[in-house]
């Protein structure tokens, strides 16, 4: 057959090969036909052969491999994968067969650095291999690798242990001494795949480097980090819970950020620790085969949160090419990025402030060139994530906590005990003897690691509805009865900001909040080792306008008959008393209040005041984080009889008058849920057991104590007990209330035991209406026109300052001693005095606003640097202590002057020499002296002037459009 008439084609992997010639066919060849083509195809290929005496190299040579085919001529704490002791050496994740890995060798006093040599007999061309690192190896060290031929440094670089594997190719030409060294002690390397070849061979890639494809590929589902100390999460099977060398385990799970889950990608701690930022590294050996890469990056959904921060950092070949700082609570974020074909990432974490923990989800790598589909991959594109998918498919009222989970729950306690999802009409909590089984109960805490005190909950809304209403009420049995503040923010934008006050019944708010995509609820907490635990419950979001009445949830109610044992219909959900065992619910006999006389109470409670030295307040405590802050200290208005304001301050609160050195009011009280219902309470009160005082004369004198009963926040009577009185009934009308309280106020001494007893409600009877409000959803009033400066309050001109000053040494001088030390006792009471002074930090805020009618008034309120609001009536009580304060010390700078005039005549008593240098001192403290003693003048003449402009403001407070002057907030004209 004639040559020049047909075609051969050599297939090689797949491809078609050399072309011989034009090939000419017959539609339907026969096997004659197919016959003379194979022998043309056969003469074809001798012909190729005999004209191309080369041609053996058209076959791949066959590599040489150091320590296999070339064995070390001498080594040092460097070892092979052919010693019988280790079968294989994994380096960037891939298991290589045909390695060694140089290391070191350290002692106290000696670095001895391995090495492993080899004679290449000049027989060489090219030397080609795979460096990288064993996975065995800590992170963020470093070492240098140096390669020398003949003694010729053909390599001498850092390598560093977060390094991917790397493909190498020297020139070795006429080589002899070939040697791979670890010139510096850090961190151990290894060679792979060691070839060399002749310089009539080719050199090709024996194996490939990486366990990576040139295809679009997910980061722990398609391939695993070959180091972590994350938590990589995968739904790829094969990578769970297998323990082979080359795959590191995955873990079956799921990452939660903004409310999505995502299956795939890496869980990465970020917490606090005692030193260091708490660093953690993963590794993935990518090989060089991406361009872009795209993940979501955001906070780990907390359980116990702590508004934390913490650093992601991506590396590309060491080269940082993305970071950002992670906030607890801020939304998950879709991030582009280029990596420019490295061949190694390493993805770092690291701790900022407080604890929290990083995701980094659905980790997408693109080859170079890759085109999606859908849509184009933009480089350094960065948005907020999608929100979750079924929000858009919610009803437009809807429960919060079953139907829309928190992402974020932080403060003092977990999400498993915070959260309640109405999984049981058994599960609950109780606001005001209400039991709520939906809801969240906000404890903030005091932690020794960080600043941050508050508690708070977040929700991912998707800019899907307008409105959330919600009830908040001090949470039953938590122990303690203090007050707080609730902010609400709306994507960063505060819409409410109310004092949450623990004797207050249960309050229901709604707030717009202008589809944000995040609402977050937030209690700040205090500075204190004990914090109230408060209460959210029934929230609801709505589109458009809201429907009150939706009915979505359901509460047990007790019996109402006509007449009933308060007791009976429950018991009291805040009883604070001094007694223990202050409450009998007469369900056991063996249980009873001893009365006078022998008589025996089974069910009732008793109330006892107090006045008690505080151990918590002192001279160097900081009052203005206490009775500066509503928090600590405020008055909670009650109410009023016969036009006179009736307040009540909480027990905290009561104790700061101590920063004078005095004694503590402690007030008690009960409070019960009788739900509306009934119209007359009846209920008996007797002395239990009279005040003893320690004194040797009972200053009471047969003192009154004052009774108040509340209902709804309003005082309805109010009575004078003592401890001689015969068992006394009273009856009160409760028309229409839910929140019954009893107020036992603290006066100047502490009370005897008070029982009550046969309490009994009734419907019916003479009684008056009452309107409880339903819901707060007034709108911000009066509107803001602009800023105005009268009715300043600040005593900034006022404020003393801390001088440095000393005192003498020890001498011959009896009189100079004593006056030393009377000094420095005093000098050091008169710092903290100061200190305690220089503490106070607020400004006064006063805005122009206007009424509905058109009437121009002033806001005045004062406020810390944060914004909380501060009580006037806790700054006039915080103004008084510390006038008392500053003028006890009179009799100490009187005395030191005396002292000081007598301690000059102890000169005499000194050695010459002293005398000069003595005299210069006492002069010098006498001055420091008067100088305290002209600032604390300063000081009370400037608090004194503010109290009364606040006085002023007070008899000038207003209501305007409604919205009552309060302690926190004045209105005048």
């Known amino acids: ?24 066919t017959t539609e339907n060849p026969t096997s004659s036909d197919m016959k003379k083509l194979l022998t043309a195809t056969l003469i074809a290929l001798c012909t190729l052969l005999v004209a191309n005496p080369l041609g053996a190299q058209t076959k791949k040579a066959k590599p040489v491999y150091l320590d296999r085919d070339i064995p070390a001529t001498d080594h040092f704490h460097s070892t092979s994968s052919l010693n019988f002791a280790v079968d294989e050496i994994m380096l960037g994740g891939v298991v290589f067969t045909n390695a060694f890995k140089i290391g070191f060798h350290s002692t106290l006093v000696t670095k001895e650095f391995g090495y492993r040599e080899f004679d290449l007999g000049g027989k060489y061309k090219t030397l080609t291999f795979i460096v990288g690192i064993p996975r065995y190896q800590p992170a963020n060290r470093k070492g240098i690798m140096v390669v020398e031929a003949d003694g010729r440094k053909l390599i001498d670089r850092i390598i560093s242990s977060n390094e991917g594997n790397t493909r190498v190719s020297l020139d070795v030409e006429g080589v002899h001494k070939l040697r791979f060294t670890l010139a510096a002690v850090g961190v151990e390397y290894g060679i792979a795949e060691a070839i060399v070849w002749r310089a009539d061979q080719t050199p090709y890639e024996v194996r490939p480097h990486t366990l990576a494809k040139p295809q679009p590929t997910m980061l722990c589902r398609d391939l695993m980090p070959w180091r972590t100390e994350h938590h990589c999460f995968t739904t790829n099977p094969k990578f769970r819970n297998d323990r082979r060398l080359d795959e590191i385990e995955g873990e079956q799970g799921q990452i939660k950020l903004s409310g999505n889950t995502y299956d795939n990608g890496l869980w990465m701690g970020a917490g606090m620790a005692l030193i260091g930022n708490n660093e953690n590294v993963t590794t993935f050996n990518v090989g060089g085969h991406f361009d872009k890469m795209t993940f979501i990056a955001g906070a780990i959904d907390t359980d116990d949160g702590t508004i934390g921060r913490g650093w992601l950092s991506i590396e590309a070949d060491g080269k940082l090419v993305y970071e950002k700082e992670i906030i607890e609570g801020e939304l998950a974020q879709e ?10 990432l390493l993805f770092r974490s690291e701790n900022s402030e407080a604890s929290l923990d990083i995701g980094v989800a659905n980790i997408m790598l693109y080859p170079t060139g890759y085109v999606a589909a859908d849509a184009p991959i933009v480089e350094g594109q960065e948005s907020v994530a999608a929100a979750p998918a079924y929000l858009k498919d919610l009803p437009d009222q809807c429960k919060l906590v079953s139907k829309i989970p928190p992402f974020a729950v932080g403060g003092g306690m977990s999400r498993e005990k915070a959260v309640f999802s109405d999984v049981s009409q058994h599960i609950t909590f109780s606001m005001g003897g209400v039991k709520f089984s939906e809801g969240i109960v906000m ?65 229901q708010y709604l707030v717009p909040i202008n589809k944000c995509r995040v609402l977050k609820f937030e209690k700040l907490g205090m500075s204190s080792m004990e914090h109230p635990a408060f209460g959210l419950a029934d929230m609801v979001v709505y589109r458009g306008e809201p429907k009150l009445d939706h009915g979505l949830f359901t509460h047990p109610t007790p019996d109402f008959p006509n007449e009933i044992d308060l007791i009976d219909l429950n018991p009291p959900y805040i009883l604070h008393s001094i007694n223990e065992n202050c409450f009998l619910d007469g369900s056991s006999k063996r249980e009873y209040f001893s009365m006078p006389g022998g008589e025996r109470i089974y069910k009732g409670f008793l109330l006892k005041t107090s006045v008690h030295f505080d151990i918590e307040m002192g001279p160097t405590a900081d009052p203005s984080a206490a009775i500066m802050s509503p928090m600590f200290g405020a008055s909670m208005m009650i109410g009023s009889v016969g036009g006179a304001t009736v307040s009540m301050v909480s027990p905290f609160g009561a104790l700061l008058a101590l920063a004078a050195g005095g004694t503590a009011h402690e007030s008690s009280c009960a409070t019960f849920n009788i739900w509306g219902e009934y119209d007359t309470l009846t209920f008996t009160v007797a002395c239990r057991q009279p005040h003893n005082t320690i004194d040797t004369i009972d200053v009471k ?84 026109l602009g800023d105005s ?84 009536l806790a700054l006039l009580e915080r103004n008084k202590q510390m006038i008392k304060i500053v ?28 005398i000069n240098e003595t005299r210069i001192l006492l002069k010098k403290m006498s001055g420091w002296l008067k100088e305290y003693e002209q600032m604390f003048k300063e000081y009370v003449k400037a608090k004194e002037a503010e109290n009364k402009v606040i006085g002023r403001l007070i008899e000038a407070a207003h209501t305007v459009d409604g919205v009552e002057s309060t302690e926190l907030e004045i209105f005048v004209k």
């Open 789 to 872: 400066e009268p009715y300043e309050v600040n005593a900034a001109n006022g404020a003393p300052r801390l001088i440095e000053w000393d005192y003498p040494s020890y001498g011959g001088s009896s009189s100079i001693n004593d006056y030393r030390d009377m000094y420095k006792e005093n000098m050091q009471q008169f710092d903290k005095i100061i200190e305690n002074i220089l503490s106070d930090n607020y400004t006064t805020v006063c805005r122009r606003v206007v009424s509905d009618n058109g009437e121009e008034w002033r806001s005045f309120r004062i406020q810390s640097p944060r914004g909380d609001k501060y009580s006037y």
């Open 887 to 914: 003028n006890s010390t009179k009799f100490n700078f009187a005395t030191l002057k005396v002292s000081g005039a007598a301690a000059m005549t102890g000169l005499l008593e000194l050695d010459p020499r002293n």
């Open 443 to 507: 404890q903030s805490s005091t932690n020794f690691f960080y600043s941050n005190t508050g508690a708070h909950v977040l929700f991912n809304l998707g800019g899907e509805f307008d409105y959330v209403s919600f009830t908040t009420g001090w949470v039953g049995k938590c122990g303690v009865l203090k007050n707080d503040w609730l902010r609400v923010y709306a994507d960063d934008e505060l819409v409410l900001q109310v004092e949450l006050i623990a004797t207050d019944p249960n309050k």
């Open 335 to 344: 991030v582009t990025i280029n990596i420019n074909g490295a061949e190694s």
């Open 1 to 24: 057959m004639d040559n020049d008439n047909k075609m051969c084609y050599i297939c090689k992997g797949g491809k078609w090969g050399h072309t011989l010639g034009p090939i000419h």
């Open 701 to 784: 004198q047969d003192p009154m104590e004052n009774l108040q009963i509340g209902v709804d926040g309003e005082v309805v009577a109010e009575f004078q007990i003592h401890d001689k009185m015969q068992p006394t009934t009273y009856t009160v009308p409760i028309t229409g209330g839910h929140q019954l309280m009893f107020w036992l106020e603290c006066g100047g001494w502490s009370s005897g035991q008070f029982v009550f007893y046969d309490l009994k409600v009734s419907k019916g009877g003479a009684g008056y209406a009452r309107a409880i409000p339903n819901i707060d959803d007034r709108d911000v009033k009066p509107a803001i």
